[in-house]
């Protein structure tokens, strides 16, 4: 949804505000949360719950019927429209950013259809039913931040670099999370590892075609 917004913007200025706009509204949005967890905890007494389950068993055992509906209606379509609109962001800034804005409504079906495969493999990679969900969501985010820090990283150096070069170490520094994932190491090292094979790859890479061309 911020690169949706970023994308409607008009000019930088508006970009920068929408973006620190952003940052006010989740941080609101994450302390509601943290608020409706720390309430049912206290109207539980504290008792243990199934990881994950707390806010499913309230809703379940302490909820009426009609606001129990009503409620899982809107989950579920706040979980539909959150989907939707990260597959047409990750669309949106794959045609813009690598295709020069050269958008029609196939190629945009191919690219949405091509992140959504992609993100449910990511899902299916990540299946497991003794990890929090909140750990879990950590690290399959760390599949693509470490990508984006190191292109924000490298744009910052005093040197330009060749789009080939740049998309190259933004794929392997996303597969080399997977390597790492299956390889067991503790998911708190993904970015940091992601970031410097990015920067490396592309300074190294960015060299080879130099030399090449």
Partial sequence: MMVQRVLTTRDLISARKAMIGSGFF????FSLFLLAGSLIYSFMGGISIEKDREFSTFIVEYLPIGLRGILLAGILSAAMSTLSSSINSLASSTINDWFGGDATVQK???VSLIWAAILIGIALVFDEGDTAIVVMGLQIASFTYG???GLFL???LDRPFR???LILGLILSFLIVFYLKQIGLAWTWFILISVSVNILVAIVSDRIFELIT
């Fill in 26 to 29: 989740v941080f609101f949005q």
């Fill in 147 to 149: 990508g984006l820090l």
């Fill in 154 to 156: 490298l744009s910052k």
């Fill in 108 to 110: 945009s079906q191919i």
């Fill in 163 to 165: 789009t080939e070069s």
